[in-house]
């Protein structure tokens, strides 16, 4: 999605006093919106390098109210002075954020994958099995969308204690992978449409098989769509709270169940808390920083024809 | 492709025998089954390409994903029905009993459940709100407006977040009643007493604060694609014509919009329906039940109470309740957009 200027609305106001009193209140209503965007995230994180008085206090700006301190990240065991120490903390930190890594990366390669492969045939090839076709096929993927992630979750519980997946990564990959695919089908259907046929019954008289052509010709053009389905699945299996709670307990447990269950405690530590707050949430804001251009084509495609 | 048939046939009927104590060779789990499955899956796969050939290729595309869910959805589901029907509580030892419909009349009767069922109604209608304000940042964005890109990212950045950890930052800290700058604010506009989860109302905005802050910039920035997709002729015309941003707005930007629109709203109903972490997390239905949405309540029924058999009735029965709404809304939706086209 490329940004264009729309000029519009600047070109219609004709005095110069209504100009300006319009510029001001757009750029007004931008920094407060902007504001209560950001807040928080500063909250959190200035948060996490108080002391206990600085909270009850309630000071905001850090050197002028307040002076940090490493207060909440020690107790982490990710502070400059204990990063060399063996922390409990930070291992268990440690290993729900490579559970979180893994299962969302796994999951959303899956999705890539397998939702790909099925866009690709439903936007190229005419399908029926039994009395379903193309569009029929299309809506089933596409319903599992509205499907609740209570309806399943009882359900798998009992199927995942049966078949031994129950606090497992792989279990929660194949739920994640099933959580996503219809918006990586969604994405990608509209990411192959937009390809022209003739480039692959070009590539068919060429010599190469059906397989060959979605993987020599299709693909590299799909990729940038491929990316930003990606992306967009490992923001939503990053997040995910519902399933993992209740699915897992101490292996596979996920870096959102263990901020909730931080949170359930009585007598929390303000900075502590924010620490593994911000941990949390700092790979996925990084993420968003970075790839915007990709979240943002993810999110529109399909939504305008 | 036969005999991988055969043997997924043969590993469920082994399984089946050895649960129901009828012999005693068989495995501990059901995973074998699942492998059968993944085998079985393959060599469909191989048998469609030796077969039929070209079309047996193209087949390939499509069977991973179909396979895949199908297993994934249809059989949980039905399992899920089954298990609606009985009595089964995972702490007690008597283990799972078959009580028809008993657990659909005591949903009748459950107070708690028509609340949460309620709350849904509340929290579905505040999307009407989302999508004014985000129309508006929409709209903003889109002006002529200097460091666009920054306030974009700025805009985005809620939905990046997780919701759990959002949780934590605005409903346990930011909105705490002694030292939360939210409630330092409250006291200073007026409100003496501000303690946003102790009265249901107040409890319930709350939460819908907190959803709509993580979820706004998703619906902006659907119909900030809309709204740079207009074309500027149909501007530019409306202009001409003497109109001003007012009448422009209403009779050419909205209308156009409408189509996105509708997708917007719908996709963040879908999204709202599912509406459970946040609540779970700030306060765990509290007080009194009164904030629960129903994915809250049926997990709070498992994890409490360990209630499976009850639970699934409660969720199946809102998976029908759902169904039957969305397939409305998208009837509606579309009879809607043709009648004002």
Known sequence: MSVQTTEYVASEIRSPASFVASRVFVYGALAFWAFICLFPIYWTITTSFKTAVDVTQGHLIPFVDFQPDWKGWRSLGLSPDSIFQTSTVRDEFLKRFTNSVITSVGASSLAIIIGSLAAYGLTRYRYRFAW??????????????????????LPFLVLYREVGLLDTRI??????????????????????????VELEEAALVDGLSIWGAF??????????????????????CWNEYFFAALLTSTDAKTIPVMVASQTGSQGINWWSMAALATAAIAPLAVIGIALERYLIMGMTAGAVK | MAAATLGLLATIVVEILY??????????TWRPVVYAYVLWGVALGIGQVLTRGEDGQRALFLLPAL?????????????????????????????????????FWQMLADPYYRNALLNMVLYVLAVAVEYVIAFGLALLLNAQIRARKFFRVVFLLPLMLSPVAVSWMIGKSLMEYRFGPAATLARHLGWENPAFFS????????????????????????????????????????????????????????PLMLPVSVTAVILRIIFKLKLADIIITVTSGGPGGATDSVSSFIYREY???SNVGYGTMLAMAYLVIIVVFVTWLLKFANRFVRNVN
């Open chain 1, 215 to 236: 993987f020599r010709i299709v693909m590299p053009i799909a990729l940038p769509g491929m990316v930003a389905a990606f992306i967009l699945a490992m923001v939503l």
């Open chain 2, 303 to 305: 994890r409490d109470r």
């Open chain 1, 132 to 153: 379903f076709k193309n569009e029929d096929i299309s809506f089933f993927f596409l319903s599992q969308l509205i499907l609740p992630p209570v309806v399943l979750a």
């Open chain 2, 67 to 103: 396979l895949f869910t199908i297993a994934m959805v249809i059989f949980p589901t039905l399992f899920g029905f089954y298990i609606a029907l009985t009595d089964w509580n995972l702490s007690s030892f008597s283990g799972r009993r078959f009580n028809g419909l008993d657990n």
């Open chain 2, 19 to 28: 649960k129901s104590e009828v012999d005693t060779i068989g495995f501990e």
């Open chain 2, 199 to 254: 009265d249901p109302i107040t409890a319930r905005m709350a939460i819908m604060l907190l959803d709509a802050w993580t979820f706004i910039p998703f619906m902006m920035i659907m119909l900030l694609a809309g709204l740079q997709a207009m074309s500027r002729e149909v501007l530019e015309a409306a202009r001409v014509d003497g109109a001003n941003a007012w009448q422009t707005f209403w009779q050419v930007t909205f």
């Open chain 1, 171 to 196: 279990g929660l990959i194949l739920l994640y992978t099933l959580m996503v695919l219809p918006i990586v089908i969604w994405i990608m259907r509209d990411q192959f449409n937009s390809i022209p």
